[in-house]
């Protein structure tokens, strides 16, 4: 008996064993990591909320890490140059990505072939913040509010243009969709960046844009004029501007997320490790006052699991909107 206990016993502990034993390099890595710099990739350009967020947010993971945290700016093709950047790196930790709603799910929508998975080539990680975008026209344009754009694209059809960062971005969508609700024809040109688009937005070469933030400065400046924000709600930093649902276009209500994300591969405790330290740079004052400029941030984070559900979800959400909007898979 005393031998057959041994034997239950050790065939009772094997799971145990193997588990422990499979979670040893994940925990040594994690007790070793970051031993070298990481490189955050941003599928944006130089400038634009993403990358001055991006930025402060690498500042603070950098102090709290022991390492540099290098910002890696990868813009292009909708945003899936960088993305793909990541998804075929090494899962070691060493490179992350701030993804979005538009990299992660808008894309998979938006195109019949996309190089990489949302799903299956990415480790969540953590959401880091929301925004609603701003409604932006030039100064020349005459038209002083979202009604009066309406009316001015009815009476000069073909007349008006608008920016993007490219064919399925949240910018594209996003206009896609004023377009289907007011009833209007408006031709899409698409950009690298908001920073390329602004020069020919400033100078009526293109009549309007939707923006995350970048182009606040120059409303401020009296450059451009701000019509209105696609939230449900009109913002506490801009009381005096409107919604598009309340300025001229009922049931209009957008708002986009971001998040980092790893290689899929990268060992469980490095991405917890991640979780815990983005969390804590966000609730720094530092971080929120080099960002209040944008006046459209909302900060949340969360556990991988949390933002893993959010990108299925929206997944299934922007293939059902693209498909409402006529927005053909390219």
């Not at 400038?47 to 910002?71: C, K, P, Y």
């Not at 020349?140 to 009815?154: F, G, M, Q, T």
């Not at 293109?206 to 120059?218: C, E």
């Not at 994300?261 to 006052?289: F, N």
Request: hydrophobic content about 45%.
């Amino acid at each position: 008996m005393p031998h057959a206990r041994r034997i239950i016993l050790r065939w009772l502990a094997a799971p145990v064993l193997a588990a422990a034993t499979l979670a040893l390099p994940s925990l040594a890595v994690a007790q070793t990591w970051p031993s070298r710099p990481v490189r955050l990739i941003i599928p944006y350009p130089p400038g634009g909320l993403a990358d001055t967020f991006a930025r402060v947010l690498a500042e603070g993971l950098a102090s709290r890490l022991g390492q540099q945290v290098l910002v890696d700016n990868r813009p292009g093709a909708s945003l899936t140059i960088g993305t793909d950047a990541v998804a075929k790196a090494p899962a070691d930790g060493y490179t992350l990505l701030l993804g979005s709603v538009s990299s992660l799910a808008i894309n998979a929508a938006a195109f019949k072939k996309l190089a990489y998975d949302p799903v299956k080539d990415f480790a969540p990680v953590s959401l880091t913040f929301r925004t609603p975008l701003l409604l932006v026209v030039p100064n020349e344009l005459p038209v002083n509010s979202v009604r009066e754009l309406i009316a001015y694209a009815k009476t000069n059809p073909g007349a008006l243009s608008y920016a993007s960062l490219g064919y399925g971005s949240s910018l594209h969508i996003a206009a896609e969709h004023f377009k289907s609700l007011a009833k209007i024809d408006i031709l899409h040109v698409p950009y690298k960046g908001t920073t390329t688009a602004m020069p020919d937005l400033m100078t009526n070469r293109v009549s309007m844009m939707f923006d995350g933030g970048a182009l606040l400065p120059q409303v401020r400046e009296g450059k451009m004029k701000l019509l209105g924000v696609t939230s449900a709600k009109r913002l506490a930093a801009l009381p005096n501007v409107p919604t598009i649902a309340e300025a001229g276009v009922p049931g209009y209500e957008m708002d986009f997320w971001f998040g980092i994300v790893a290689p899929a591969g990268t060992p469980r405790a490095v991405i917890d490790r991640l979780a815990a330290e983005i969390a804590e740079v966000e609730k720094q004052p530092a971080l929120r006052a080099k960002l209040a400029s944008f006046g459209n941030v909302e900060y949340e984070t969360g556990t991988p699991e949390a933002m893993a559900e959010i990108i299925k979800r929206d997944l299934v959400r922007w293939q059902q909107l693209l498909r409402e909007y006529k927005v053909e898979p390219q």
